[in-house]
């Protein structure tokens, strides 16, 4: 048993062994005690959290399983900001799941248990070393998902949408398998490290590694929902439950940004120049597609949907600033820091928003239309201001971090000289800004259709107002998490 030390796979079998623990106890537990579930599901989160900040305190680089597995700073902040996005969600969907009958009966355990288990396969994505170890972590992330938007078996749209995200996410794995292969069959290893060395060796053959690559990179396009392999985001968003839409829209995003970074860049930094033709398409058609087709949506969930395609384009702009600065390292760790950046402060945004969202549905009613927010400031003028500040942030408006995030990242492009991506980016942004300020303007200054009391839960209510207020203090005070971001990544580059 060589090369078997366990430690830096201590967060992973605890939450597997708590998770699995947890549907256990579920089985013997009432409807009315079903609050201990909700107790033990937010215990585990902690305690992973806990284990996973000793490893990111020594910013150190561990292996396991014969390397097959590692613990880097990169991966450990990105699984605290998994365990806080996944604790968010469980706290804001708490009471919405539960006027839906979803933690009651038969499916009480489940959505906790599947909720955790979705995690487990991002953590292992985020810090596999092996093509076949981040596959494997996909694919549980993406069953977990799977059977999570299908929970409301009863509910007609709830079940379309699942078989269109089956149907379409086992097409887009065999995309990533079928690309993988090729890449093992040309290199003769699985592993990252020694696919490295034989792409950069010059002497395996081109034209297969070139297939491999687009196989690939159609597979994580698919993943993380960039045009034009979009076709199951808007479908989903609006057909699943809206707290499993923040259990698709958040966490994941992190997972997937971790293992572009993982195979593009640390396995075939090499072949940058064949995938980023690719990237610079994808995240065009992205912004493009993302941004003019939101203006058409009346479905708010949907319209989110677009405006998370669009966003996608954005974070690929950072991975695509890190290819263009070729060698230098400096440039190229700041382009994809501000891509981390960007994507974990859109991830606290995206919980906000969907968690304003099932703050005001209740049992029978969704609020998912946009009309639904209509003087929504006159029903409460602070969850108003919640929203308006997240919608600001996603607009890219100042002093709100989305701002700062899509700065970032802009100077990442314009340090590059891909002065034209620069100048598409924001003015797509800028058509993209009407979308948000639309329901700004319901918000302030239509009349309420939906006159009903909020009623919200205490723990939900201080939440979603520590969330917003985090978007504003992070827009004030970036440094800290962008420090962060740029020591994690210059550290997993180096190791």
């Not at 009315?32 to 680089?61: E, P, Q």
């Not at 669009?310 to 890190?322: A, C, D, E, V, Y």
Request: glycine share 8%; proline share 3%; charged share 10%.
């Amino acid at each position: 048993m060589n090369n078997i030390n366990l430690i830096p796979v201590y967060p992973e079998i605890f939450l597997l062994v708590a998770a699995s623990a947890i549907l256990l106890i579920d089985m013997f537990l009432s409807d009315a005690k079903r609050g201990i579930t909700y107790a033990l599901s937010m215990a585990t989160l902690v305690i992973c959290a806990v284990l996973t900040m000793s490893d990111f305190n020594t910013g150190a680089t561990s292996y396991t399983f014969h390397n097959m597995f590692l613990s880097d700073p990169m991966s450990n902040l990105l699984k605290l900001f998994s365990y806080l996005a996944v604790g968010l969600t469980l706290i804001y969907s708490r009471q919405y799941a539960t006027a839906r009958g979803m933690l009651s009966g038969n499916l009480g355990g489940e959505f906790y248990a599947l909720a955790l288990f979705s995690l487990l396969g991002q953590m292992v994505m985020m810090s596999g070393n092996n093509f076949l170890i981040i596959y494997l972590g996909l694919e549980l992330m993406s069953l977990s998902l799977y059977a999570l938007v299908a929970l409301r078996r009863e509910h007609a749209i709830s079940t379309e949408a699942a078989m269109k995200y089956f149907i379409l996410g086992a097409m887009a794995s065999g995309f990533l398998l079928y690309g993988i292969s090729m890449l093992y069959g040309a290199t003769g290893s699985l592993d990252l490290t020694e696919v490295a060395k034989a792409t950069a060796s010059g002497t395996v053959n081109k034209t297969v590694l070139v297939f491999g690559v687009v196989f690939l990179v159609a597979g994580l396009a698919f993943k993380l929902g960039a045009a034009p392999f979009h076709m199951w985001v808007p479908d989903v968003y609006q057909g699943a439950p809206t707290a499993v839409t923040l259990l698709l829209g958040a966490a994941p995003k992190l997972a997937t940004f971790a293992i572009c970074i993982r195979l593009l860049v640390e396995g075939l930094w090499s072949l940058a120049v064949d995938w980023q033709q690719m990237i610079t398409v994808l995240a065009v058609l992205s912004m493009a597609i993302g941004n003019l087709t939101a203006i058409a949506q009346t479905n708010l969930k949907r319209m989110l949907a677009y405006s998370t395609i669009s966003q996608t384009g954005f974070l690929l702009l950072g991975l695509l600033s890190g290819v263009f600065s070729g060698s230098n390292i400096a440039s190229a760790a700041n382009a994809y820091s501000s891509a981390m950046f960007y994507s974990i402060t859109y991830v606290l945004t995206t919980l906000g928003t969907f968690g304003v969202i099932m703050l005001l549905a209740r049992s029978g009613f969704e609020a998912e239309n946009l009309d639904d927010f209509k003087g929504l400031n006159q029903r409460s003028p602070w969850f108003a201001a919640v929203m308006m500040i997240l919608l600001l942030s996603l607009a890219g408006v100042p002093p709100m971090v989305g701002f700062y995030a899509k700065l970032s990242v802009l100077q990442a492009v314009l340090g590059t000289g891909q002065i034209w991506l620069a100048v598409v980016s924001v003015l797509f942004s800028l058509i993209g800004a009407f979308y948000y300020l639309r329901v700004i303007k319901l918000m302030y200054f239509d009349d309420p259709v939906d006159t009903a009391d909020i009623i919200v839960n205490k723990d939900m209510q201080i939440a979603l107002s520590i969330n917003g207020a985090a978007i504003v203090l992070l827009g004030l005070l970036p440094g800290p998490l962008m420090a962060a971001c740029v020591t994690a990544i210059v550290r997993t580059l180096a190791s």
